[in-house]
């Protein structure tokens, strides 16, 4: 494996139509990605009272997910290299979907255990469908403002997945919340797998070579991406934590209804959608502008870990406002590390790489991420949720020193990728 200068092409080419249409499916799907933790966040206190289930019995549910999820990430992202976005969306999309709708009809802990693991393999390999549709569909210079403009495109699903999911169970029961997203979500494997051919060759796509055969092995042995790797490990945990902790934080901690919740945590998502566009949008100027991309990815990353000591406020907020408005600028800085480090490896490898090396990025994030929330279900069950806020609140900015003493003060003028 060699390392080769990859520059900036002076040309400004435009994403045909149909890129953008097609990424308004990949954003559906993406949310429905996020909708399927946001109900089982949602319905924590609900499933407790109906079907009596633990602190203890959420983590493992959490780690039914979070274990799959974690080891086929280092099998998906070669499967898509090889077989192309196209056929896996549909496979992974499809295999999600019924998971959802299998969940829905679950009567017992042990029904969800087998539908979260189910979910977990299958799940593998939706970011990396999505980045490699954007890395195939986009010029490089539109990569970070379509990876997060995948957000606002689909805000409205994920701002409206609280509010709806507390109608739906109450309306119709908590199984009917985990039923209508995985009927949805297969019309959505079949609308991507209908549009997704025949996409662009842009003048700076790197020309083909007789290179081996990308692995989750060889990524791994790739020393320029230790540092990525290892914020990830550091980074993920945090995210992953309050993506499936927040609304039994609000009930258990603050005191909410479960109507409160779908009242009140929207908020969070619709930040997290406002500022990873904004930051994407940035971040793309930044490499027009010359900078290198390292830098272009890593300043971003590293003012916004800036926000990481709100979370230890958080446990002992006053007010119901105060704590959604803390929890929405942890949601923009666990968000942003989450698209911008995607988008960043991305730019480090070529093209025949890029879904594989997204999954072993992924794969590493996931393996503290399990670690973390094991742990965490034990603390919250013990001590509440105070601890683990205030460890998760360190992640982030240790997480920031390493990225920018490996990328930050990068002096070259190209970035460099894995040929």
Not at 41 to 66: C, E, H, N, P
Not at 385 to 412: D, E, F, M, N, Q
Request: aromatic share 12%.
């Amino acid at each position: 494996m060699s390392l080769t200068p990859k520059e900036f092409s002076a040309d400004v080419p435009r994403a045909p139509l149909r890129a953008w249409i097609l990424l308004g499916f990949v954003a559906v799907a993406a949310v429905l990605f996020v909708v399927d933790r946001q109900v089982m966040s949602l319905l924590k206190t609900t499933l407790r009272d109906d079907i009596g289930l633990t602190d203890v019995q959420y983590g493992w549910l959490i780690t039914a997910f979070m274990v799959p999820y974690t080891v086929m990430y280092l099998f998906t992202g070669a499967w898509i290299d090889r077989w192309g976005t196209r056929v896996m969306s549909l496979i992974f999309i499809g295999v999600m979907s019924l998971a959802t709708v299998f969940m829905g009809f679950s009567r017992t802990f042990e029904w969800l255990l087998v539908g979260r693991v189910l979910l977990g393999i299958a799940e593998a390999g939706i970011i990396p469908c999505s980045i490699l549709f954007v890395v195939n569909w986009f010029p490089k210079h539109l990569r970070a403002t379509a990876i997060s403009i995948k957000s606002p495109l689909g805000a409205i699903g994920q701002v409206a997945t609280p509010p709806l999911v507390a109608w739906v169970t109450l309306s119709y029961g908590w199984h009917m919340a985990f039923i209508v997203p995985g009927v949805i979500g297969l019309g959505v494997a079949f609308a991507w797998y209908v549009l997704d051919h025949s996409a662009p060759v842009y003048a700076d796509a790197p020309k083909k070579t007789d290179a081996p055969r990308a692995n989750a092995w060889r990524i791994l042995r790739e020393r320029s991406l230790w540092p990525l790797l290892a914020v990830r490990v550091m980074s993920d945990p945090f995210w992953f934590f309050l993506l499936y902790w927040h609304a039994g934080f609000l009930q258990e901690h603050l005191g909410l209804t479960l109507t409160q919740v779908g009242q009140w945590a929207w908020i969070p998502p619709l930040f997290n959608t406002l500022g990873n566009v904004t930051i994407g949008v940035v971040s793309d100027r930044l490499v027009k502008r010359g900078w290198t991309l390292k830098r272009a990815r890593s300043l971003p990353l590293v003012a916004t870990a800036l926000l990481a000591p709100l979370a230890w406020m958080l446990p002992f907020s006053p007010s119901i406002g105060l704590a959604i408005a803390l929890l929405a600028a942890l949601y923009v800085m666990c968000g942003t590390w989450l698209f911008l480090t995607n988008v960043f490896v991305a730019d480090l490898v070529p093209r025949s790489a890029v879904a594989t090396s997204v999954g072993v990025l992924s794969a590493t994030g996931g393996i503290t991420s399990v670690l973390f929330n094991l742990v965490a279900g034990w603390l919250v069950g013990n001590f509440g949720y105070t601890p683990i806020i205030l460890i998760g609140s360190l992640l982030h900015p240790l997480a920031a020193v390493v990225l920018w003493r490996a990328y930050g003060r990068a002096k070259p003028a190209s970035t460099e990728v894995i040929q």
